[in-house]
């Protein structure tokens, strides 16, 4: 009787790996072959829409004025100096925040506030506003003029005096 049950057991027909493969790819091959006929029959049997729609002109826009941007913005408008006004000074154009001043080697750099705006640092040879140059500093003032090597139109002094231990300069270390 054990020799019945395995001569059952060997005869019994089992797919094998090579056997689903080739029914998954039959799968797939009559997927893409139905989908193709699909997208055909709708190609050609449908009705056709024209691809040669006319674009409509760009409209023109009328230019914008900006004063009138300005004012819907808030902003006021700008007054005109009056011909008679007095023009700022130039000493009192620019202050003097700070001072880093080489012993030696006449570098340096200084913090300059311009027109009333926050202080920005400055090298020597720097321009710090139209047609003036940061030409020197020494201590506790900035030197500025048209030009580096040029004569100095303006002299800065950092204002209020300090303890003298912060007036003392202190070498770099070589």
Not at 81 to 108: I, K, N
């Amino acid at each position: 009787m054990d020799c019945i049950g395995s001569m059952i057991i060997r005869r019994m027909w089992t797919p094998t790996s090579n056997a689903w493969t080739v029914r998954g790819t039959s799968f797939v091959l009559w997927t893409l072959v139905g989908l193709s006929a699909v997208y055909w029959g709708l190609k050609l049997g449908g009705p056709g829409r024209s691809a040669n729609v006319p674009v409509p002109p760009p409209r023109a826009v009328p230019p914008s004025d900006p004063a009138a941007i300005a004012r819907l913005l808030g902003s006021a408008p700008a007054a005109l100096p009056a011909p008679g006004a007095l023009v700022p000074s130039l000493a009192s154009r620019f202050q003097l925040v700070g001072v880093v001043a080489g012993v030696h080697s006449g570098g340096g750099a200084a913090l300059i506030a311009v027109d009333g705006r926050p202080a920005k640092s400055y090298r020597v040879g720097a321009g710090v506003a139209e047609g003036m140059v940061l030409q020197s500093v020494h201590g506790r003032q900035a030197v500025l003029g048209p030009a580096v090597d040029g004569p100095a139109t303006l002299t800065l002094q950092l204002p209020g005096s300090r303890s003298a231990t912060a007036q003392v300069p202190i070498e770099a270390p070589r």
